[in-house]
């Protein structure tokens, strides 16, 4: 070998040493290969794609029920102190203090104002309507012939919603048929 004469690397020599059939084989089966990592890259891109949307889609969803009900656990706080001014009010008599008790309702209509800025709303549980176990929760029941099977009789707690969803359900005693 001459000195001037680079050497040939061991990849030129393999290139040299294999038929041009062999070598558009092992070119084929290298492109196989690649053309299968493609496929599996590709593949992984669109899965990765798909987790991020469905990641987007969750993190929004969780937003929004943090928006939405994120001020339960304050409210729930809050309803003992509705019920209470309500109680006070149904056994005020305005003969003593009349504006003692006109404060008192003030101060119920603001509190209940408030609430209804946040999505807050009574539940229905009126005397006479139809006991749905969803709302009311039965306390106890009163055979009367005055009204139908299955109607509340008398609320003992008003339940409330926070937009649409049960905070409390309204504690009522219904009307069960005479014996």
């Not at 593949?43 to 943090?66: F, P």
């Not at 003992?80 to 309500?86: F, M, S, Y």
Request: hydrophobic residues 35%.
């Amino acid at each position: 070998m001459e000195e001037n004469q680079p050497q040939e690397t061991v990849a030129e020599q393999t290139k040299t040493e294999l038929t041009p059939e062999e070598r558009i084989s092992q070119l084929e089966e290298a492109l196989c290969a690649k053309e299968q990592e493609a496929r599996d890259n590709w593949d992984k891109l669109l899965r990765e794609r798909a987790d991020l949307e469905n990641y987007k889609k969750r993190a929004s969803r969780e937003k929004e029920e943090l928006l939405n009900y994120g001020v339960k656990s304050i409210i729930e706080e809050v309803l003992p102190v509705v019920d209470n001014l309500e109680r006070a009010l149904e056994h005020a008599s305005e003969d003593g203090l009349p504006a003692l008790v006109e404060g008192i309702r003030m101060t119920h209509g603001m509190l209940l104002t408030a609430l209804k800025k946040y999505g807050v709303c009574a539940v229905e549980g009126t005397c006479g309507t139809l006991f749905d176990p969803a709302f009311h929760q039965a306390m106890s029941q009163v055979e009367t012939a005055d009204q139908a099977p299955n109607t509340i009789v008398q609320e003992f707690q008003k339940g409330y919603l926070l937009k649409e969803r049960l905070l409390r359900p309204s504690m009522v005693s219904v009307a069960a048929p005479p014996k």
